[in-house]
């Protein structure tokens, strides 16, 4: 199936860079495969800005958007990215209709991080350096992006390894992604990929190749504004420099070299690039803290010519294995799996004959260690304030809702029996229809099978209030197939922000919407409800829920929560 990509990049589109050539080889393979694809990006080219203004203005396909100016991105920096630039980020993000927001290197104060933080569509995000995760500083902003991303993937196993202490998950390896380059007959020419610690490495490999009059030195430059190597007297007319920042202008140097000697902090793609193209790389372990390993090595390769063979044979084989084909398969599969996370739209089919009822799926009585409310108050409440239907979650103890059914008999209005269960370290679960109680202190996954196993239906109450006990971003993840309704608001939250995280959550994977009061005092019940169908049997309830209306109708929490410490300040005095 294909699917709508939308790729981001925190680096300027009009200048070389590694993260670019990754993102634009699978761009280009993803099209291939019959993928929509828009590469979103900062630029400094005028007709890239011109360009991109054009296609936000229309909301027309593109195959890259230019968002705006590129700015110097710095580790110590805070969010660097100009307010136009952020609001042609939320433009495109909007108007693209992308199934997937794929965004590279998000661990900096960038476009990616933007992207991937404020996307409503699945996201999967790509971190290919442990030098480039120092965003966002608070560990609570990090779990915030966390629990919005659906896929980690890394290049290597490093970098998923440093990448993983501040954003801890499941990572998925990745290849970095190579051009396959035509294999040409080999010079005696010998490639050092020149760093600023490459002078040490440089007087050795000049020895070396002092003992080597047949052969060559090429220093190349893969960096913009490098220092300028000097060159050994010794080897004069035999070494150049070669300033080459992307592959297209390396990939003839690289073609015609025999031997490659990576840089010790240098570009793992430039490595990369040197193997895909027949050469033999010398890079022995250690060789970082002693440069004159790799000369040794280089100078193996250069004498021994059925090793130089069969080293160039061998990173072939690799490169071959890291190609940007290979790239994309393994990202479709991460975007097929990801894909899967998120539900079906279910047909809209109210009980067409039914009234409209309000309903609030959340409160408490005096079974709950931190309630007042008696139950026959709470019934006569609810139906003064006009509600249908209640559901009654106390917490750890089924009593009360057992009690609130018996006592609603006879009554219009209509009681769901359900209990507000705390699990083993994720937080807290509501069981609705429930016909016995669900034991504490077991776990997320041992409590949602307790519940299904009396044909109750799984609800989840303020699932990202932070100032409680919840579950974390892999739990809900790893158990959204079982989530029966989502809690997107919740009267009693201190902050919004709280509720328009699970709002954005549940629309994100299509899950049916809930609200609640979360009541503790008479005052507040209804304040948090939802207006639908009216309903006998949970599988009606849920056909309603789906077409429900969400209702706020919030009081003071100032208020409702001094009503509750009074409240249980007369009662620790009774």
Not at 15 to 30: C, F, K, M, S, T
Not at 93 to 99: E, F, I, R
Not at 231 to 246: F, S, W
Not at 253 to 282: C, T
Request: charged residues 25%.
């Amino acid at each position: 199936m294909a699917v709508r990509v939308a790729l981001v990049t925190p680096f300027a589109w009009s200048q070389p860079h590694d993260v670019n050539e990754h993102v634009a080889g699978l761009a280009r393979e993803l099209r291939a495969r019959g993928h929509s694809v828009t590469v979103l990006a900062p630029s400094n080219r005028a007709r890239d800005l011109a360009a991109g203004r054009r296609a936000l203005a229309t909301g027309a396909p593109a195959d890259f958007i230019a968002l705006g100016p590129a700015v110097p991105i710095s580790r110590r920096s805070r969010m660097g990215v100009p307010v136009g630039v952020r609001a042609n980020l939320t433009v495109a993000l909007a108007s693209g209709g992308y199934d997937i927001v794929h965004g590279f290197e998000p661990g900096l104060p960038s476009l990616s991080y933007l992207a991937l933080r404020d996307a409503s569509a699945l996201t999967v995000a790509t971190f290919l350096s442990a030098e480039r995760l120092s965003y966002p500083p608070a560990r609570t902003r990090r779990e915030r992006l966390l629990g919005r991303l659906d896929a980690l993937l890394a290049t290597s196993p490093e970098t998923a390894e440093a990448a993983a202490e501040r954003f801890p998950g499941r990572y998925e390896l990745v290849p970095l992604g190579v051009e396959p380059l035509e294999l040409t007959a080999k010079r005696k020419l010998l490639v050092l990929e020149w760093g600023q610690t490459e002078r040490p490495l440089l007087r050795a490999l000049a020895r070396e190749l002092a003992a080597q009059p047949a052969w060559e030195l090429a220093v190349l430059r893969t960096r913009p504004l490098a220092s300028r190597p000097p060159l050994p007297r010794a080897l004069r007319g035999r070494v150049r420099v070669r300033t080459a920042l992307d592959a297209t202008t390396r990939a003839d140097l690289l073609r015609e070299a025999a031997v490659f000697v990576p840089a010790v902090e240098g570009i793992p793609r430039v490595e990369l690039e040197a193997r895909a193209a027949g050469a033999a790389v010398a890079s022995p372990p250690g060789r970082i803290g002693q440069p004159e390993l790799a000369a040794a090595e280089a100078a193996r390769l250069m004498e021994d010519d059925a090793f130089r063979s069969r080293r160039a044979e061998e990173g072939l084989a690799e490169a071959r294995a890291q190609s940007f084909a290979s790239l994309a398969d393994s990202v479709i599969e991460v975007y097929t799996a990801t894909t899967r996370r998120r539900r079906p739209v279910p047909p809209r089919t109210p009980l067409e004959t039914r009234d409209w009822i309000t309903v609030d799926l959340h409160m408490h009585t005096t079974w709950s260690h931190d309630c007042s409310i008696d139950v026959d108050e709470l019934l006569d409440y609810a139906e003064a304030e006009g509600l249908g239907a209640i559901a009654v979650t106390d917490h750890n103890v089924f009593g009360g809702a057992l009690e609130a059914v018996e006592r609603a008999r006879g009554r219009k209005l209509i009681v769901i029996p359900g209990e507000e269960v705390k699990t083993d370290g994720q937080g807290e679960v509501i069981g609705l229809f429930l016909k016995e109680e669900v034991p504490r202190g077991m776990s997320f996954a041992e409590t949602l099978e307790a519940i299904r196993a009396q044909g109750g239906l799984v609800y989840i109450p303020h699932p990202f209030d932070r100032l409680h006990a919840i579950p974390d971003a892999a739990t809900l993840h790893r158990h959204l197939a079982e989530i029966d309704v989502f809690e997107v608001y919740n009267a009693r939250l201190l902050f919004e922000g709280y509720n328009e995280e699970a709002l954005r959550f549940a629309r994100k994977y299509n899950l049916t919407a809930g609200a609640g009061s979360d009541a503790h005092v008479l005052q507040g019940v209804g304040t948090g409800a939802v207006r639908m169908r009216r309903f006998t049997t949970a599988e009606e309830f849920l056909l309603s829920l789906r077409s429900a209306e969400i209702l706020r109708r919030p009081k003071s929490l100032a208020y409702l929560q001094g009503l509750k410490w009074v409240a249980q300040a007369k009662e620790r005095v009774r």
